[in-house]
């Protein structure tokens, strides 16, 4: 069974552009969650989408937004960048939105805001 | 608000036991968990522990949860040089996000 992929892996952009990153969970899950790691802030929760439905976020500002298709995919958006959202953002994917599950997580996407 | 904390770093040597700390604030957390991340990769989920849990064991691995001090702790017996990794502590409560600790960065001595 594939894991979760994540596109690109590596994006380099300017400030004020907005960058789109995405994410595939394994197949068969449902819920995708991402998560922002920067060497001060560590991993911080960006979101959780279920069936489509964003089920909690994180402390985010709104420059910072997502989506989830019908077929799990789920994507990321980042509007107006700043130097500050340069960081590792990774995407997990689990079967369900328990706790229980485990989740698994994709290699990231490295975004370097210049 | 939630949140996790853990110590930054930790060295030992080889095939002695390594002890990672981590406390939590939430105390509706539900599940705990450690999570293992090698340079370049993305994190791998090493054990969990449910909430009405005092300990799990698996293999090498040793968690130790005290509710009332709201403190999880992991044990690695026989650290190997291939232990050297980041280990992050988080857990995860009544809502449906995951609260991770900075992380704590262990060094193997050969």
């Known amino acids: 069974k594939a894991g979760v992929t994540q596109t690109p892996r590596y994006l380099i952009k300017t400030r004020g552009q907005q960058v789109t990153l995405s994410c595939s969970p394994i197949s068969g899950h449902r819920s995708v969650s991402w998560y922002q790691q920067t060497p001060g802030q560590g991993l911080q929760f960006l979101f959780e989408?279920?069936?489509?439905?964003?089920?909690n976020k994180g402390n985010f500002p709104g420059r910072f937004s997502g989506r989830q298709f019908s077929n799990s995919r789920s994507e990321m958006n980042v509007s107006t960048l700043e130097l500050g959202d340069s960081a590792l953002y990774l995407c997990a994917s689990s079967p369900r939105s328990s706790p229980a599950d485990e989740q698994f997580f994709g290699p990231g996407t490295r975004l370097t805001v210049l | 608000g939630e949140d996790v904390e853990q110590s930054l770093f930790l060295s030992v040597r080889e095939g002695d036991s390594s002890v990672i700390n981590c406390t939590y604030t939430d105390s509706s957390s539900t599940y705990l968990y450690w999570y293992k991340q090698e340079p370049g990769a993305g994190l791998q989920l090493l054990t969990y522990i449910f909430s009405n849990m005092d300990m799990k064991q698996d293999q090498r691995l040793t968690v130790l949860l005290n509710k009332k001090d709201k403190h999880l702790s992991l044990r690695i017996a026989d650290t190997q040089t291939g232990d050297s990794a980041i280990y992050f502590c988080a857990e995860r409560g009544g809502g449906f996000k995951t609260i991770f600790g900075a992380g704590t960065r262990l060094f193997v001595k050969a």
């Open positions: 989408y279920f069936s489509e439905t964003q089920r």
